[in-house]
Nanobody, 116 residues
Framework: QVQLVESGGGLVQAGGSLRLSCAASGRTFSNRMGWFRQAPGKEREIVAAISWNKNTYYTESVKGRFTISRDNAKNAVYLQMNSLKPEDTAVYYC???????????WGQGTQVTVSS
């Protein structure tokens, strides 16, 4: 059974930093791992993704501020978030592709709140 467990969310002032972690268990994931977020009243959006060989993708609004990384040996993915803005406030979800092109395993989400 696949499980994704996130940690690292919290409350931070604008300009601050947080690091999210996600540990996957149940199988080894050789496809992309990623972070999504959902703000109140908005649709879930992809924030960043990373392939097995460390190719990365970032949504435009976080480029230069967020860094995604993964540890293949630990089946883990991380999101370093710097220069946080109030608009980054959302529930952040870790996800992995069970098959290429489909994020079909999800964590429970962790709240990130950025105060102005």
């Amino acid at each position: 059974q696949v499980q994704l467990v996130e940690s690292g969310g919290g409350l931070v002032q604008a300009g601050g930093s947080l690091r999210l972690s996600c540990a996957a268990s149940g199988r080894t994931f050789s496809n992309r791992m990623g972070w999504f977020r959902q703000a109140p009243g908005k649709e879930r959006e992809i924030v960043a993704a990373i392939s097995w060989n460390k190719n990365t993708y970032y949504t435009e609004s976080v480029k230069g501020r967020f860094t995604i990384s993964r540890d293949n040996a630990k089946n883990a993915v991380y999101l370093q978030m710097n220069s946080l803005k109030p608009e980054d406030t959302a529930v952040y979800y870790c996800a992995v592709e069970g098959v290429p092109g489909r994020f079909d395993h999800w964590g429970q989400g962790t709240q990130v709140t950025v105060s102005s």
